[in-house]
Nanobody
Framework: QVQLVESGGGLVQPGGSLRLSCATS????????IAWFRQAPGKERERVSC???????LYADSVKGRFTISRDNGKNTMYLQMNSLRPEDTAVYYC?????????????????WGQGTQVTVSS
């Protein structure tokens, strides 16, 4: 049974940093395509970043240079390091995975999701 559990969200001031974690089980993280999505109030869920099984990554233009996706296969955990946070980064953040080892851009292409963690950037 595939499970993903996020942690690490919270309230941070603009310019600050947070690291989100997603503990996984029920599948081999090294072979999976993994992604972080976010959803702000009144907006559609959007992909922030993804990592293919070969380790290559993609980022949304809005977070490029500020966010970093990574994974620790030994700990079965994926991460999203978020630096230089802005108020517009405020959203619920979700980790997701697919069995194809690839990066997909749409929600429907990821069958497994975590429950989400709130990130609020405000002074």
């Amino acid at each position: 049974q595939v499970q993903l559990v996020e942690s690490g969200g919270g309230l941070v001031q603009p310019g600050g940093s947070l690291r989100l974690s997603c503990a996984t089980s029920g599948f081999t993280l090294a072979y999976a395509g993994i992604a972080w999505f976010r959803q702000a109030p009144g907006k559609e869920r959007e992909r922030v970043s993804c990592m293919r099984s070969d380790g290559s990554t993609l980022y949304a233009d809005s977070v490029k240079g500020r966010f970093t996706i990574s994974r620790d296969n030994g700990k079965n955990t994926m991460y999203l390091q978020m630096n230089s946070l802005r108020p517009e980064d405020t959203a619920v953040y979700y980790c997701a995975t697919n069995g194809a080892g690839l990066c997909f851009g749409t929600v429907r292409q990821y069958p497994y999701w975590g429950q989400g963690t709130q990130v609020t950037v405000s002074s």
